[in-house]
């Protein structure tokens, strides 16, 4: 009995000690798991910003988090959502994953009730390894918020072959290279040539083009230079004018988005720092620079050079507009949904179905009159690939004016920073070639 | 003896020495002392993480080898053995190819060792049978799963992540160009007709090792 007892606790003692390695690097290693934070930790929420009453509402939700060894690692996403200002928050915890959608149908549906317009406040927040969080809108700001609307008038935007385009007129031509009338371009043998990122025009019809390669933001008027402003300029820099020709130049500084002000007569101030994020696009309403701050899509009026924002007021939905109200957009599979927010209420509603797909809306406008102008960039895949830009003036119930712009691209320009509704009512769009960069200008008052 | 080894040496460095300038040294071959390893598991969540962690990092046309530092060791000074990859070097590493064309399988590839790969953006563009990699039927958002890649002749770009943005762009992550660097960039390529979407193969279920419990895609909130 002895012996066989003796050789049991020595086998039991081998195994231990065998196993003990094992088991002493899994502990560790999930402690180490739980104890580390992530080195990184990314939140994506694609708020539904305009819903139909009745329809289902989903809010796609991606963590990207990040071990320091550079594997990825788990997290638990909350959402809460809330009705009116004073309602309670209702709060949803799931495992973060890759398809991991919030179906909101049924909050969306008790807060719309019997009322024609309402909203719904918005917050999502992850939490991942050594209790790192990050949550959107981060800190205590205000949350996100989107629109429910019980009825919203469809349009049909008229169906435009592809390549049945309208040129428009050059009024402005800068071959590529070097100097005063020249456009810079970087064209890597692998990799998406770049050239000019951004333009603007103002009421004067002057032209604000931003050319990183020569590290300079110039101003044209009958396309000729008038005024040139230097400043270090990064790939995908954006730019803005007010009416009063201050120009607001959105970039990236790192993971943190930054904005120069270049005055009437083209100085430029110190960078103002607007926080993290990634850039979306730079706008004004006339008077203040306002910022689309990506991945939450939320509008922020540009603090002046020493950290004040001009402007009182939270983070919006929509990006403010002259003389009050906020347009929302959102763009579908084959749709374009337009409204503009006053009072918390959601007005002028339009849906814009189209017959092709449509990728970015590449420019949304309001005409001041309850109406928009709207460039979609259309694309099909069959019979064979193609794609073109319509644009489009709609009101509520009606298409004003549509036709199609071709989409000639030479040089990799970020989608919102194609086309501009210019200060003197036209449009104008950046075109890009082998031979070098135009601008196109389209007149808008004759169309139908 | 060894005061013959020590002469030699000297002579060959007195005769030699002039002739290594310190410029000569590239970046890539001061710093690029990484290794590889072959891989089995590979989910796009671990390509997702490997790319995430090469944003901000420089862009050198047929390079392939960067720190993970969020900088650019060497800004503006294109195609002289600096830091980064070029766009099918970073897609090339990120979906964990083998360096020979055809070849199936995965080799998790250190970011500071350099190789680009065989494939060219044309390659990425037009696929043949034997490649890792094939082009999907559509564009289609319904279509593409997060760390696709969308190909012209001319660049790749890979999706970052899937949901796309209220504008109707893509968040991709890229090998831009010497200005831009690597990155995380807001594009408009699924709807421009020259590209095309392109999978890799072979990827492992995002859901492994646990695919016996796997997360609800979509929560229902009451």
């Known amino acids: 009995m002895r012996a066989p007892f003796r050789a049991g606790l020595g086998l039991g003692a081998v195994l231990v000690l065998a196993v003990w390695p094992t088991l002493r690097w899994a502990a560790g290693a999930e402690g180490r798991a739980r104890a580390a934070p992530p080195r990184i930790f990314e939140l994506y929420v694609r708020s539904p910003i305009l819903a139909k009453g009745g329809e289902r509402v989903r809010v796609p939700v991606r963590v990207v988090c990040v071990t320091s060894r550079g594997t990825p690692c788990r997290s638990e996403v909350t959402l809460a959502t809330r009705s009116g200002p004073s309602g309670a928050w209702q709060a949803t915890r799931a495992p973060a994953g890759p398809s991991l959608e919030f179906d909101l149908t049924g909050p969306v549906a008790?807060?719309?009730?019997?009322?024609?317009?309402?909203?719904?406040?918005?917050?999502?927040?992850?939490?991942?390894?050594?209790?790192?969080?990050?949550?959107?809108?981060?800190?205590?700001?205000?949350?996100?918020?989107?629109?429910v609307i019980k009825e919203m008038a469809i349009v049909r935007a008229p169906s435009i072959l592809f390549g049945r385009t309208r040129g428009g007129r050059t009024v402005l031509f800068l071959p590529w290279?070097?100097?005063?009338?020249?456009?810079?371009?970087?064209?890597?043998?692998?990799?998406?040539?770049?050239?000019?990122?951004?333009?603007?025009?103002?009421?004067?019809?002057?032209?604000?083009?931003?050319?990183?390669?020569?590290?300079?933001?110039?101003?044209?008027?009958?396309?000729?230079?008038?005024?040139?402003?230097?400043?270090?300029?990064?790939?995908?820099?954006?730019?803005?004018?007010?009416?009063?020709?201050?120009?607001?130049?959105?970039?990236?500084?790192?993971?943190?988005?930054?904005?120069?002000?270049?005055t009437a007569h083209g100085s430029p101030g110190a960078p103002v720092p607007i926080g993290p994020g990634l850039p979306g696009q730079v706008r004004t309403d006339g008077h203040r620079g306002l910022v689309d701050v990506m991945p939450q899509d939320e509008w922020l009026a540009i603090p002046d050079e020493r950290g004040r924002a001009r402007a009182e007021g939270p983070p919006t939905t929509g990006r403010p507009m002259r003389g009050g109200g906020e347009l929302i957009r959102v763009v579908g599979d084959r749709s374009l949904r337009l409204g503009e927010v006053s009072g918390g209420q959601v007005m002028d509603a339009i849906d814009v179905r189209f017959s092709e797909r449509i990728g970015e809306a590449a420019l949304t406008e309001p005409d001041g009159r309850g109406g928009y102008w709207a460039v979609a960039h259309l694309w099909r895949w069959k019979p064979f690939p193609a794609d073109q830009y319509q644009v489009l003036h709609v009101a509520p119930g009606r298409v004003l004016a549509s036709f199609a712009v071709g989409d000639r691209r030479f040089v990799n320009t970020q989608p919102l920073a194609r086309f501009r509704l210019g200060g003197d009512g036209a449009l104008y769009q950046l075109v890009t070639s082998p031979d070098g960069a135009r601008i196109l200008r389209f007149d808008l008052g004759r169309e139908s | 003896?060894?005061?013959?080894?020590?002469?030699?040496?000297?002579?060959?460095?007195?005769?030699?020495?002039?002739?290594?300038?310190?410029?000569?040294?590239?970046?890539?071959?001061?710093?690029?002392?990484?290794?590889?390893?072959?891989?089995?598991?590979?989910?796009?969540?671990?390509?997702?993480?490997?790319?995430?962690?090469?944003?901000?990092?420089?862009?050198?046309?047929?390079?392939?080898?960067?720190?993970?530092?969020?900088?650019?060791?060497?800004?503006?000074?294109?195609?002289?053995?600096?830091?980064?990859?070029?766009?099918?070097?970073?897609?090339?590493?990120?979906?964990?190819?083998?360096?020979?064309?055809?070849?199936?399988?995965?080799?998790?590839?250190?970011?500071?060792?350099?190789?680009?790969?065989p494939y060219a953006t044309y390659d990425f563009h037009a696929p043949v049978g034997s490649d890792p990699f094939f082009r999907l039927p559509d564009k289609d958002a319904t279509t593409t799963m997060y760390m696709d890649a969308f190909a012209k002749n001319g660049h790749v770009?890979?999706?970052?992540?899937?949901?796309?943005?209220?504008?109707?762009?893509?968040?991709?992550?890229?090998?831009?160009?010497?200005?831009?660097?690597?990155?995380?960039?807001?594009?408009?390529?699924?709807?421009?007709?020259?590209?095309?979407?392109?999978?890799?193969?072979?990827?492992?279920?995002?859901?492994?090792?646990?695919?016996?419990?796997?997360?609800?895609?979509?929560?229902?909130?009451?």
């Open chain 1, 110 to 147: 008790r807060a719309l009730g019997t009322r024609s317009s309402t909203s719904l406040a918005l917050r999502v927040r992850a939490e991942g390894p050594g209790g790192r969080t990050v949550a959107m809108p981060s800190g205590r700001r205000v949350p996100l918020r989107f629109f």
């Open chain 1, 177 to 262: 290279g070097s100097g005063a009338v020249r456009a810079g371009l970087a064209d890597p043998p692998e990799g998406p040539p770049a050239g000019p990122s951004s333009f603007d025009v103002d009421r004067a019809g002057r032209i604000y083009v931003v050319d990183p390669l020569q590290g300079r933001v110039v101003v044209f008027r009958h396309g000729k230079p008038i005024r040139e402003t230097r400043l270090p300029l990064g790939a995908r820099a954006d730019i803005a004018v007010t009416d009063h020709g201050t120009a607001f130049v959105l970039d990236q500084s790192g993971d943190r988005l930054v904005v120069r002000r270049i």
């Open chain 2, 1 to 117: 003896m060894r005061n013959v080894i020590i002469a030699l040496g000297l002579s060959v460095t007195v005769v030699l020495g002039p002739l290594v300038h310190p410029a000569q040294a590239s970046w890539v071959s001061a710093n690029c002392h990484g290794t590889y390893v072959t891989d089995h598991y590979v989910r796009r969540s671990d390509a997702q993480a490997y790319s995430a962690v090469a944003a901000g990092e420089g862009y050198e046309w047929g390079g392939g080898c960067w720190n993970n530092n969020n900088r650019d060791d060497t800004p503006g000074q294109p195609d002289s053995g600096g830091e980064g990859p070029d766009c099918s070097g970073f897609t090339f590493k990120t979906w964990e190819l083998r360096n020979a064309t055809g070849r199936s399988g995965f080799t998790y590839w250190e970011a500071l060792y350099s190789v680009h790969g």
């Open chain 2, 157 to 222: 770009g890979m999706l970052y992540v899937d949901s796309g943005a209220p504008d109707g762009t893509d968040l991709i992550i890229e090998a831009l160009g010497d200005a831009a660097g690597t990155g995380k960039f807001y594009e408009s390529y699924r709807s421009q007709s020259e590209y095309v979407a392109v999978r890799r193969e072979g990827w492992t279920p995002d859901c492994w090792p646990n695919c016996q419990h796997p997360a609800r895609p979509v929560v229902v909130m009451p």
